[in-house]
């Protein structure tokens, strides 16, 4: 299996995996806020640029509806440029 048959949850449970290994033992605050911006932010950028900017068309491929779709992005500063 190479890495392109990987799953998403692969990569995330590496990634968290090594926050916790470079955190020595510290304890985070609030990791469950902080993983899913993590997450939210990247996949509303790319939703956005495969469907060249088409609302409509990401908000169907995300399953939710232009308004909150709408709120995220500008929560996150994407296409209000």
């Known amino acids: 299996m190479t890495e392109k048959d990987l ?8 990634s968290l995996e090594k926050y916790f290994k470079d955190l020595n033992g510290e304890h985070p605050k609030n990791l469950y806020a902080l993983s899913l911006s993590q997450l939210e932010k990247p996949l509303l950028e790319v939703v956005i640029k495969e469907t060249k900017g088409n609302l409509s068309k990401a908000a169907i491929i995300l399953g939710l509806n232009r308004v909150t779709l709408r709120k995220k992005l500008k929560k996150y500063n994407i296409l209000e440029r």
């Not at 799953?7 to 590496?14: A, D, M, Q």
């Open 7 to 14: 799953p998403i949850s692969f990569f995330v449970k590496r």
